[in-house]
């Protein structure tokens, strides 16, 4: 622990060492002139107060030579303090922008399976609390060791004035520190407690309010605020705990410096009678008490600090040792102005059953997401994806772009193993978009072509408007006050569902990818849109080098969309059940049948239970005993 | 329904309509524990300040009366003084406990009252104030801003009553030693005092900005979250990389201009106290000569000048943590005052029993707050043991109608009766019991698949409801997807139900609705994400309640209109159209279009 403590202050001084040196230094100039404020004092007392109130002529003349001696001090004194404050905050901003650089770099550098593993809260903390917890003890840190500085002179000069006072002004450091110790010992964990309830009370909050129209529509309020008020009486307990310890150590620590000034005046005026000292130097060692009082406690605040510091480092560290990216290639994959070829060979996806660890091959408690799944679909195809709620779909098409790598057998495109090819290339020319939509808090056009403005190779403004306008959401954009430089809130929040959705489409259209993979991309947009939106992706495909069809993967449930496709896949519980045409599958695939005359064959139901002595038979079990 | 038009009647209150001392007044009113026993705090307050003066008093005795007596040092006299201002110091001290105690414990009974009353009250508010605000910015009304004001209490306040009150006894004790004195100290501190007003605002100004970047921050870093998939499908990892690194250090440059902003301030606290220490040796050593002051006495000077400068360094931040603690306050106040729009009948309710449940809408008009009217003069009847499909265009209204008849909503016209008493007569809980909706996005909670589906249920005892809940699957014809969950209804469903797909989330959220075995089940486009085989299954069983309850479907996919017993098409806010599907298909209208192009899109 004190290793590890050591080696984190060490380790935080030395990546901003021109900062440290700069504040320790300052701090030990602090420490110095603190000390000399209490021994000019005792100088001028002894020198000048009191034989000028004796009548000494001589002193009366230096009366005005003392006080400034005691300004001159004063300045340095105030400059140290400036000094210490200024570039310990400057230290402790640093550490934390270091930090979050580098977490902020870690988390755009990792796959999705180790996103997947970690929960979005927790990722958050690390960027936000643990890095306050673990630099928020360099705060008092060049504080601490000035005081070290200020000690070491402080008992220098007492020894020098008479060891009797200094035993009798250093008889209460030992306490002071171990009552520092004690008030650490029991406040860290009293601290931590009403830290990580404060946490949960968040935690609790931001699931409650998300949920309101949940808690509404069940009437769950009382529920919800007991879940709380539960939580939050608990805070108050470990918050007064928390204050009971702290009202105790104050006045313990405001009690100290006083006593030892009291000895101080026994012990001094005896030596006063031995004829060993003299005033000034009872007033210097009593005054030097007084100004202890609060920098001994820099200590405190260390010490306190330091193990939050440990956890908080710990939690972060956590994150920036994960391992790399995942292993890939540097094989290109040439935009040669065709949709490209798509094949799954033999692929399985299996994931661990408790999400928060790695898969291991040989770990027995995992669920299959897919399983055996061959498919080879041609360039400038349309194929659907058709299948049950809960059947894989959503895991199959984000094997395309490698937010999921298969778990066994491969993905290939135009014959390269997608794990073969440099990531940029992948992102360039396989594009998904996502059953929902995230919207950047950036303008319109930095939604769509998520490049900056200046950036080689960004996307013309008339690029952008022909993509809004094969999403069709280019009316919705003009109209909006700012075109493409509008500001869209926070995940979009000014649009509508089926806005977002559209403008996602846009952004991967933008692109013209050679691979297009819609995920049920269209769910929030009017049917008759949507078929415009479909039928324009095969037609519109004209200029800038721009004139081929991308080979499309939909995941869909309207039949009308699905009738858009050249061929349909149907997936069931991970398996590819058939492929073919739609009427190839409904004449010999009986699940499709299911699935893609379902409403039909419910309405001709229907119809018959019509007839007038047809009841539906009774179903429910509960219904009996209400 | 978006944020954009909401007036100021549906939304909270903003900060700065109360002054601080409102906001005081306001916030004991809210938490009367803050005041209990103050009286005795007080007291018990002054007690310990006193205690603090003890030492420049035996300093000065000790000088004067001990070192230099006029018989020589007098170690006795000094030693009997020391050990009676050590009794009183500690005397002090425990009284100083004893007030620290109890401030905490009423002020953190009363925030804990404050944070759960405001809780409470969210829950209260209308959809429409709910939606006005961002969640995050709601949670941190009973989190964040909350944990200021007990920051503050703990840290601050203490601090700021203990000054005021030593500084109180260290002036009284100054004037009995020497008003010239006196006058001159105060003559020193008060400049500064008048200074550190303006600096205390920048201060704040400062401190506001680097909260407003850390916020953007954090919300740049949330995007490198959330926006996980996104970044890595579009390979937008250095763009937002950059945008990071802006943000980190804007971040970084305003928190060093707030942290030089109050070194400085501070620093030229300890400046004027250490000078104060030269002037009281200057002026104190004339006045002595001149007779008016002993040595003892100007030496207690400087030590009493001590109990000045810790507050007179800490004013700023003190008075930086107040101005955030009352703000805070305010914001978590402007909650608790923020009306209620639908207000629940309470106990002078009239009771409505279980069983079968009419609805009716009695020229009903409903606009959203500065919005055009979205419903008006609609007059329709839901009679007990029927489904109702609810059709129309995106953006028709007939969401609306559907909030109306939860009362999630009030109307703006007529009135939404529930067999017959106007549904803000009915006890809210009573309402809840009987009529209830299952959103599109029904939220999930970070649980199983179990704990989730009995969420409305009554106890907190999951396991015991399973029994329950898996007839209520098998109803549902749902239990072929239940199995298929890597754990059953052991399945964590994560963050928001993000394990599960869209579809998935739907179904558990439809359970739990059908578990509250609901008189009246209200949904709204509850299925859209489900495939069509299991939506036809789940249209079947929901179709069989009909007679025990009633339905009504806010539905995209017309095979629910097919189903129903009763179809309403709503165009442009009006009831246009009722009447079983196969009239209305033969009326040839708006509802026989609509079939038209459905059929088409699906067959």
Known sequence: MLRRAVQLLGRGMASEPRTYVLAVGSSAVFGVTTVAISQVLGKVTNAVVVPALDGSASARGDIWPAGLAIAAVALVLAAGVAGRRIFAGMGYVDLQAGHRTRIARQLLRQPMSWHRRHATGQLLAN??????????????????????????????????????IALAAFVILP????????????????????????????????????????????????????????????????????????????????????????????????????????????????????????PVRAFGWVLGDLPRALVGYERIARVLDAGGEP????????????????????????????????????????????????????????????????????????????????????????????????????????????????????????????????????????????????????????????????????????????????????????????VLVLDDATSAVDPRVEQQILAGLRTAARGDGRDFAPTVVMVAYRMSSVLLADEVVHLDAGRVVDRGTHDELIARDPGYRDLATAYERESERRAVAAEPDSEPQELTTQEADR | MTNADTSADHTIGSSGTLGVWATLRRGVQVSPELLEGFRVTLLLAVLAACGRILVPIAVQQTIDGGVLASGGPDVTRVAVLAVLAALGLLLGGACAAVVNVRLFRASESGLATLRVKAFRHVHDLSILTQDSERRGSLVSRVTSDVDTISLFVQWGGIMLLVSI???????????????????????????????????????????????????????????????????????????????????????????????NLVSLVFSSGVLVANLVLAVVVVAGTYLGVAGALSAGKLLAFLFLVQLFTGPVQMATEVLNELQNAVAGWRRVLAVIDTPVQVIDAGDAGVVSPRGPATIELRGVGFAYPDGPPVLSGVDLTI??????????????????????????????????????????????????????????????????????????????????????????????????????????????????????????????????????????????????????????????????????????????????????????VIDAGRVVEVGHHTELVASGGIYAAMHRSWVSQTR
């Not at chain 1, 949960?200 to 919800?224: C, N, W």
């Not at chain 1, 890939?328 to 928060?356: C, K, Q, T, W, Y």
């Not at chain 2, 004790?173 to 200074?195: G, I």
């Not at chain 2, 802006?246 to 928190?255: F, G, M, V, Y």
Request: hydrophobic share 50%; aromatic share 4%; glycine share 8%.
């Open chain 1, 127 to 164: 960027a936000s609390s643990d890095v306050e917890a673990a630099t928020a003890v360099f705060n008092p840190l060049p504080f601490a060791l000035g005081v070290v500085v200020m000690f070491v002179v402080a008992a220098a000069a007492l020894l020098t004035t008479d060891v009797w």
């Open chain 2, 165 to 259: 009150l030593q500084i109180a006894v260290a002036t009284a004790l100054m004037a009995v030693y020497s008003w010239q004195l006196t006058v001159l100290v105060w003559l020193c501190f008060v400049p500064l005092l008048v200074v550190l007003r303006p600096l205390q605002k920048r201060v704040n100004v400062a401190y506001t900005r680097v909260r407003e970047r850390v916020g953007a921050l954090l919300g740049a870093i949330s995007e490198a979250v959330v926006g996980a998939e996104t970044i890595r499908a579009y390979g937008a990892q250095a763009r937002t990389q950059r945008r990071i690194d802006t943000a980190i250090l804007a971040t970084r440059d305003a928190a060093v201009r707030a942290q």
């Open chain 2, 383 to 568: 009679p007990a043991r029927t489904s109702v499909a609810v059709v129309g265009a995106t953006g028709s209204g007939k969401t609306t109608v559907a909030k109306l008849i939860v009362r999630l909503l009030d109307p703006t016209a007529g009135q939404v009766l529930l067999d017959g008493v106007d549904l803000r007569d009915v006890r809210l809980a009573e309402l809840r019991r009987r009529v209830v909706m299952v959103p599109q996005e029904g939220f999930l909670f970070d649980a199983t698949v179990l704990e989730n589906v009995v969420y409305g249920l009554p106890g907190a005892d999951a396991v015991g409801h399973e029994p329950a809940v898996r007839v209520a699957v098998a109803n549902l014809g749902l239990t072929g997807w239940l199995d298929g969950l890597p754990q059953g209804l052991a399945t964590p469903v994560g963050q928001r139900g993000d394990r599960l797909s869209a579809g998935e989330r739907q179904l558990v959220a439809l359970v739990r609705a059908y578990l509250a075995e609901a008189d009246l089940l209200v949904l709204d486009e509850a299925t859209s994400a489900v495939d069509p085989v299991t939506e036809v299954r789940i249209a079947r069983a929901l179709d069989s309640l009909k007679h025990g309850r009633s339905t009504v479907t806010i539905a995209h996919r017309l095979s629910t209109a097919e189903a129903s017993d009763l179809v309403v």
């Open chain 1, 327 to 514: 292993a890939h290639g540097d094989l290109r994959l040439p935009a040669d102005g065709r949709g490209a070829r798509v094949e799954l060979r033999g692929v399985g996806v299996r994931v661990p059953v408790r999400p928060s660890l790695p898969l291991r091959e040989s770990d027995p408690d995992h669920a299959v997401l897919l399983e055996d799944i061959d498919l080879d679909l041609a360039p400038g195809r349309t194929v659907a994806l058709v299948g049950p709620t809960g059947a894989g779909k959503t895991t199959l098409v984000t094997l395309l772009n490698r937010l999921w790598d298969p778990t066994s057998g491969t993905v290939l495109i135009d014959g390269v193993d997608v794990r073969d090819v440099r990531p940029a290339d992948l992102a360039a020319q396989v594009a998904l978009v996502a059953q929902s939509a995230f919207i950047f808090e950036d303008t319109v056009r930095g939604n769509v072509t998520l490049c900056d403005d200046e950036e080689p190779g960004a996307p013309t403004d008339a690029q952008v408007w022909a993509a809004l306008r094969l999403a069709r959401v280019d009316a919705v954009v003009s109209a909006l006050p700012g075109g493409l430089d509008s500001p869209l809130g926070e995940r979009g929040s000014s649009l509508s569902g089926g806005q977002r959705q559209r403008l996602a489409l846009a952004r991967a259209l933008v692109r013209w990818p050679r």
């Open chain 1, 175 to 294: 306490v002071v520190l171990l009552v520092n110790v004690v008030f650490e010992r029991r406040m860290t964990p009293a601290a931590t407690r009403a830290q990580q309830l404060r946490g949960e009370i968040a935690d609790i909050a931001h699931e409650s309010f998300e949920a309101a129209l949940v808690v509404k529509s069940l009437g769950t309020e009382d529920r919800e605020e007991s879940r709380f008020a539960e939580r939050a009486m608990r805070l108050r307990d470990a918050n007064v705990r928390l204050g009971v310890v702290r009202a105790v150590f104050d006045p313990v620590m405001d009690l100290l410096p006083g006593l030892g000034t009291l000895l101080v005046l026994v012990v001094g005026t005896a030596r006063v009678a031995a004829g060993a000292v003299n005033t000034g130097d009872i007033v210097a060692a009593a005054y030097l008490l007084t100004l202890l009082a609060v």
